[in-house]
């Protein structure tokens, strides 16, 4: 893993646009995806990111030891339906399609550029039929969660898996709102990344409270994304069920 190669103001902001050549660091990592990774082969794709991501402008990105972390969770799953919340560049969702080859999966992400490069090296990796991205945010007045039940088929009971990688402070509401669509079914497992860092305390108090209740919980101890100083928290929750 390499050592810490950010500014500490990068750490703090969690930069995602710093610019590469005059071009964004995440359409710099699509552009070098696209010409150095095998076409059809998830594996590649991935190893080629992480090579950008490793040695050249360092986009945040879930990074190897966390993504081991996400596939032995859907590994556990075996989703049928998946739902990642922040797409950014599209490896999550990418990792998530790896594990889980009969998966379909969704991801849902604010930024339009974000999307379209997710899009790209999806249909490199030639998985573009098994991964959709949706353009929005659960926190949008219901929006997106229509859109999702309305065109994508999301129901009671069908979600059997959830990636929450987007704003941190909107974690446990964002989930919450899926609750309340009862999507989720016993059995069903949330991966919620930089639970310690940035953080999302709320959501963090939220899983610690009701071992024996709705959740139970595992955390696994990781380092902020591609490098080894700074600690974080990946947390891996199933669901148990309505109470």
């Not at 963090?204 to 902020?224: G, K, L, V």
């Amino acid at each position: 893993m390499p050592l810490l190669r950010w500014s500490p103001s990068r750490i703090g902001a969690g930069v995602r646009n710093d610019t590469t050549n005059g071009n964004t660091s995440e359409a710099a990592a699509v552009g070098y995806v696209l010409r150095h990774a095998r076409q059809d082969d998830i594996d590649d794709v991935l190893a080629t990111f992480d090579e950008f991501a490793n040695d050249e402008s360092m986009p945040i990105d879930l990074g190897e030891e966390k993504g081991q972390y996400l596939e032995a969770a859907v590994h556990t799953a075996n989703p049928v339906l998946a739902l990642e919340l922040g797409t950014y560049c599209g490896c999550g969702a990418l990792r998530i399609a790896r594990a889980a080859p009969a998966a379909k999966v969704y991801s849902v992400e604010r930024t339009r550029a974000n999307a379209e490069n997710a899009r790209e090296i999806w249909a490199h990796a030639g998985v573009a039929d098994r991964l959709t991205c949706v353009v929005g945010a659960i926190g949008d007045g219901g929006r997106t969660l229509d859109t999702l039940a309305g065109r994508y088929g999301f129901a009671s009971g069908t979600l059997d898996f959830i990636f929450l990688d987007h704003d941190t402070d909107t974690y446990l509401e964002d989930l919450q709102s899926i609750l309340d669509r009862e999507w989720l079914h016993a059995g069903s497992i949330v991966v919620a990344d930089n639970v310690k860092g940035p953080g999302a305390p709320k959501y963090r108090d939220y899983m610690r409270q009701q071992p024996c209740n709705r959740w139970t919980s595992i955390e696994h101890r990781a380092h902020r994304e591609r490098q080894s100083l700074v600690s974080d928290v990946i947390m891996e929750s199933e669901y148990m069920g309505a109470v």
